[in-house]
């Protein structure tokens, strides 16, 4: 058992390492960098699986090598798991090749790409499913094993060998691998949610010190802005045409700022009007409606696709102003013209909202910004108006998520709880 305790904690400190880079150098580390880093830490954990494996019976070796290959896959991609196959099929050689060293190959190679065709669906499960699937997974992989080593004792003739093992050292090597498993997915899980909050966390602080900053300047900067504007209007009347012009550029830009500043009240004192409920399709016909003209000025096409009878709680015209930001940034998004795709369900007990467009995309790091104070894709954005959609959504219990991908568009989620019945209308 003390071998068995000591493999296991082999196969599970990559974790420790995944926690580390996840939660506190995630930015220093990206893309490529953190693939191969951590699919050299799972070889590593493979290797020493190998170099430090079970003894059971009378002298029957095995260890659990293949936990940390599965969990690169998973959590770090397929090419961090070819990172680690490469580390562990490599070091296999090294100990000793002929006919055991060509079935870990085999294994490895149909692990391998089986694992790295589930690993998207595998993600798209919540945290009970994936540990289910885990389970289930790591057993077809304990039994991928078996057969493999079977088919080796079979090759060189000594297939009696296996059989006079105990039927308890296999169910024990299966339970082995079951539960490694599990707890490498429990874990693994828990430190990408506990990242998430901490991030929430820290975005939250943020916005509360802009909110401070927002609700201090705002005012005492609108009203003399409001007094400029105004003799700016009456001036030009009595000037020039050239002049004019000039006039009429400045009074543009002191528009511009007004906006400017009313998205930092927004964000800073968003409206606490009473919610009611609305009809998900009426409000998203009157925000196609409303922005049809902008979207005809860039050559854009709005399509509609909504389920009848969808309620939320919620405010009018916070509602609007979340759907027109997100309407008028996908038009902005598509320069040479494009479809936008405006779609809204309820496949369970939420209403979820759906906005894609064709436009450029967004990177990984772009996608990670969103949000963030003053930053924007946009050549002359200030970020505000995304950050008062987002704050909008929040304080109607609802989420909003981005999916982008460069060259193809960009699809918006929103989501809302069901009205106040807790069903659709008729």
Known sequence: ????????????????????????QVRRCKGIQYQLLMGTLCGVSSVLCMTFPVVSGDGFLWDLRWI?????????????????????????????????????????????????AIRLWFHKHDLRRKLALGACLSFV????????????????GNIAYLVSQS???????????????????LLIETSLYNMKMQEKL?????????SELAASIAHEVRNPLTVVRGFIQLTKESMDERYRRYMNTAIAELDRAEAIIG????????????????????????????????????????????????????????????????VKNSIEAMPTGGIIQIGASAP???????IFDTGIGMTPEQLERLGEPYYSTKDKGTGLGLMVTQRLVEAMNGTIRFESEVGKGTTVTVSFPLGSNGSLTT
């Not at 039927?167 to 079951?178: K, V």
Request: aromatic residues 14%; proline residues 3%; charged residues 15%.
């Open 1 to 24: 058992m003390a071998n068995l305790l000591g493999n296991s904690l082999i196969a599970l400190t990559p974790i420790y390492f995944f926690q580390i880079l996840m939660v506190n």
């Open 68 to 116: 940390p290959f599965l969990m690169s896959i998973f959590y770090v991609g397929w090419q961090g798991g070819l990172v680690t196959g490469a580390l562990l099929v490599s070091y296999r050689l090294y100990l000793s090749g002929g006919p055991a060293f060509y079935t870990v190959l085999i294994v490895a190679v149909v692990l391998f790409l089986f694992l790295s």
């Open 141 to 156: 992989v304990y039994a991928f094993v078996m057969a493999s080593i079977a088919f080796y004792f079979k090759y060189i």
């Open 167 to 185: 039927p308890w050292l296999y169910a024990l090597m299966g339970a082995s691998y079951i539960i490694a498993a599990v707890v490498s997915i």
């Open 202 to 210: 820290l975005r939250a602080e943020k916005l509360r010190v802009i």
């Open 263 to 326: 998205n930092y009240l927004s964000f800073a004192k968003p409206e606490s009007e009473t919610a009611e409920e609305l009809h998900v399709g009426e409000i998203l016909e009157g925000v196609a409606d409303v922005m049809s003209a902008y979207a005809l000025m860039h050559h854009v096409e709005i399509k509609m696709h909504t389920e009848d009878g969808l309620v939320i709680l919620a405010n009018k015209a916070n509602l609007k102003q979340i759907f027109i930001n997100l």
């Open 348 to 354: 369970d007990d939420e209403v979820i909202i759906k």
